[in-house]
């Protein structure tokens, strides 16, 4: 069964203050690798896919790392609009199409002044 | 990206009851997905719909207690039927590209059962 882990469960940082998100995994063949970004009372917000071991992505503030067995969102000086719950999912390989998503529980970020 | 707007946004409703959660893209799509978010849970898939024939649901979930309809390419909608407490989540509708690159997903009806 595929499965996600997401530490910390909760992160608190200082405008400013550089630090990383983990995303343990394990899934029966990776197909893809994503990262959302959730506010309150929204739906989630598509940020990264990753596919291979190596593989890194960049957005303003935010890279996404992959290795075989997790992956990291670092955030760069983060502002207080970076505060959110930040997302992880892993879509394994399937035969016959479909979209299968396993999610973890999020980290909830929350970065003060 | 595909917008995808979701109907209703919220709602409280009582045991028993049975309540139809729209799911509006703006473009055609071949297939859609239905996720719930339960308190303090990650996100989990119900059921995958495709336009002209029977959705797919996961394991646990059945087409009684959640049927759903997809009656064209941009339209879908998930009924929670006989309503508990336990049934208290957020749902939320989805859709892919037709790479499966990217799932964007809906703003979520967030449901309250009393």
């Known amino acids: 069964e595929d499965q996600v882990t997401q530490s910390p469960e909760a992160l608190r940082l200082q405008e400013g203050e550089s630090s990383s998100l983990n995303c343990s995994y394990t899934?029966?063949?990776?197909?893809?690798l994503f990262w959302y970004r959730q506010d309150p009372g929204k739906g989630p917000e598509f940020l990264f896919t990753?596919?291979?071991a190596g593989e890194e992505k960049e957005k303003e503030r935010l890279k996404a790392t992959l290795t075989k067995k997790e992956s990291f969102l670092h955030i760069t000086a983060p502002k207080p609009e970076d505060s959110a719950t930040y997302l992880c999912?892993?879509?394994?390989?399937?035969?016959?199409?479909?979209?299968?998503?396993?999610f973890g529980t999020g980290t909830q970020l929350k970065v003060e002044l | 990206s595909a917008v995808i707007s979701q109907k209703p946004s919220r709602d409280i409703c009582q045991r028993g009851t049975s309540l139809t959660i729209q799911c509006q893209v703006d473009?055609?799509?071949?297939?859609m997905f239905w996720y719930r978010q339960q308190p303090g849970q990650s996100l989990t898939l119900i059921a995958t719909?495709?336009?002209?024939?029977?959705?797919?649901?996961e394991s646990g979930f059945v087409i009684d207690k959640f049927p759903i309809s997809r009656p064209n390419l941009t339209f879908s909608t998930l009924t929670v039927s006989n309503m508990s407490p336990e049934d208290s989540s957020i749902y939320l509708c989805?859709?892919?590209?037709?790479?499966?690159?990217?799932?964007?997903f809906g703003s979520g009806t967030q449901l309250s059962v009393l």
């Open positions: 989805s859709v892919s590209t037709e790479n499966n690159e990217k799932l964007f």
């Open positions: 899934v029966s063949g990776l197909r893809g």
């Open positions: 990753l596919y291979s």
């Open positions: 999912a892993v879509q394994p390989i399937l035969t016959g199409g479909g979209n299968k998503l396993t």
């Open positions: 473009s055609q799509v071949t297939m």
């Open positions: 719909a495709n336009q002209g024939s029977e959705a797919t649901y």
